[in-house]
């Protein structure tokens, strides 16, 4: 029997299999100058470690994006009621 961790794993990898075959999504990372500096420093696996890293957050925001959609911009027109003239407002 897997474990949970372990399912979560392959479903993991079967959902960014079938992103990549939707559509070929491009990855573009920006990493820091100076902490890719530091991090070679340590050496080119602590470079490699934090890429991965990085690829990996990277990795989950967007599933986050495809599952829930764009964040909502707060509008600051209207009303803090939702536009309902006669509605109490409590601060």
Do not use: H
């Amino acid at each position: 029997m897997k474990k949970p961790y372990q399912i979560e794993a392959q479903r993991a990898v079967k959902q960014l299999e079938a992103m990549a075959a939707d559509g070929n999504p491009a990855v573009q990372m920006v990493l820091p100058m100076a902490e890719m500096v530091g991090w070679l420093r340590k050496g080119v696996g602590e470079l490699i470690c934090q890429a991965g890293l990085q690829l990996m957050d990277l990795l989950m925001q967007e599933e986050v994006r495809a599952l829930a959609g764009e964040r909502s911009q707060r509008s600051r027109k209207g009303r803090p009621t939702g536009g309902a003239p006669n509605a109490a407002i409590a601060w």
